[in-house]
């Protein structure tokens, strides 16, 4: 195996150690996430940084680094409390890599994509038409993390959407069936197959 | 599409609602924290909550609750100081799960699966062998999530150990050519091959 100790990353180029430490820990959740600022300007960015929190309360958590890109994402989010995540099909993991591209905040990556906005009830956060799963968030909070100045964000699910033929009997949404992609570090979006899934596990008596 | 508004979610079932907002954040990374008590007994548990929280410097988050399963861990890392985190492999996920059933903290989950420790340097932490990436990580901080109750733990990375094969030349590692897993919901693992990587975006001109 290669070995790097802490000394050999923090000495890495700085490219060769993003690509390294962002596929280090494994696959991503991929999700493009809607806001709009308070003048009406719509944004949509591709997100690898959003956890599950818990459920009762259904809570999301996204890392961010507010003073970086996508940096209209969060101002967005603070104006007007509301946001957008939706799950990537296979379909769109062109369009969805590309609202990583640096456009002015004037500029709507729905129209420099083949992405479509789609409007759920009086929600003011723009949805994307054909995301297989969709959910109107709230701003809750959010926690400075110290360590590296980044923040992590809470937010609430006020509204989920999920295609019906992926959505099982007990809730669990099997997410292959839906074409739902996975991130692997910046760049690389891969497809999953389900292998298995599992009962509840129980100690083994011996 | 099936809609659930944040009052449904609250009326749900507990199982249901655990199945559902587990999945609905799409796939999480797959991990194997090895971690040990002051007294020497080992542990191992499968997480899915291990994000990555910045490269420069090398750190990782994970979600938990701390009075909950697995509690193991969180005191074991509050104790020493130090875990290790191993990505898992599809011929391990059966394993992989079986670390989920509650044992008593005497009990090593290398004892009860095919996992075999690996030791590396005089790190205090164990491994998992044949795990294609392996990090040996440093608990430097938490932070405790009021909205749920829940902790974000931050940890540094200092060792990282990557499988040959699959550590490309520019850093990036292709995750699908080491047979890594991803987790959907609770109890699904999931296979994904690569379907593509993208440059850098940049915005098109018109």
Known sequence: MKHFSQKDIDTLSKIYRLNLINSA???????????????????????????????????????????????HTYANMKATGVF?????????????????????????????????????????????????IQMACKYLNEYHIKENDTLLIVGSIEDLYVKDSILLEDGWIQLDLGGIVTINGLDGYAIPKLQERFPYARPKDE
């Not at 099909?89 to 129209?111: K, L, M, N, R, V």
């Open 84 to 132: 957008t995540l939706n799950a990537i099909h296979e379909s769109q993991i062109e369009d969805a890599h590309h609202t990583s591209a640096s456009y002015p905040e004037s500029i709507s990556e729905f129209d420099k994509t083949q992405l479509k906005v789609e409007r759920k009830k009086n929600f003011l956060a723009p949805f994307v038409k054909d995301s297989p």
């Open 25 to 71: 820990t494994g696959y991503k959740s991929a999700q493009l996430v809607g806001s709009v600022s308070s003048e009406g300007n719509e944004n949509l960015a591709v997100f690898s940084s959003i956890v599950h929190l818990g459920s009762n309360p259904a809570l999301i958590g996204m890392i961010l680094r507010p003073t970086t890109v996508p940096r």
